[in-house]
């Protein structure tokens, strides 16, 4: 398979292709989503999950937001689609998404390479969690709701650091002054 294969491509390869105009589950024009973890047998503040992607869900991390939280971190609330800002979880996985695009089938692979540990930890994290903020809940609701706040913003505030490091791989990867 060629390395410039993607199955992102924008208007100008489709018209040169002649590609039917198909819309994938995961499209590189996205601007975020989630899916929704919703178990009964817990409270609502901890049962209630939401798994965030920004931009593309296909290069994005997915990150907790559990229904008691009570604000996100700053990184996710920043985005101004008029000016770059390295401080954007949105931004930085955006510029990751738009550098893929140079070599799809090489790219892609860089990202899961550092993503996945990232999403690994999380999801491996989530039962010790999950069992902190029970303990908690049971004292006092508002502290568990306290702790779950505290735990997202912090898996947050890694994406653009993490997204950043990826961006400076692909560059350095794939310049053009390796040919």
């Known amino acids: ?37 919703l178990r009964s047998w817990l409270p ?10 920004q931009d593309n869900p296909y290069i994005s991390p997915y990150v907790p937001i559990y229904a008691g939280c009570s604000d996100t971190s700053p990184s996710y609330q920043n985005y101004d689609p ?4 390295d401080t954007s979880a949105r931004w930085t996985i955006d510029f990751v ?10 790219a892609v692979k860089e990202v899961v ?24 809940y049971a004292v006092n609701p508002k502290k568990a709701k306290a702790y779950l706040t ?18 400076n791989r692909l560059i350095t990867l794939f310049t053009n002054n390796r040919e």
């Open 1 to 37: 398979m060629s390395p410039l294969a993607t199955p992102f491509p924008g208007s100008e390869l489709r018209a040169l292709l002649k590609l039917s105009n198909r819309r994938p589950v995961a499209r590189h024009r996205g601007h975020y989503g989630m899916v929704c973890q």
């Open 44 to 53: 609502a503040a901890i049962g209630g999950l939401y798994w965030v992607y």
């Open 82 to 85: 008029e000016k770059y800002s």
């Open 97 to 106: 998404d738009n550098l893929c695009n140079l070599r799809f089938q090489d």
């Open 113 to 136: 390479a550092r993503r996945q540990p990232f999403e690994d930890k999380i999801f491996a994290d989530q039962e010790k969690v999950e069992k902190e903020a029970l303990r908690l």
């Open 150 to 167: 505290a735990y997202c913003r912090g898996v947050m505030e890694k994406v653009p650091p993490l997204y950043l490091e990826i961006r």
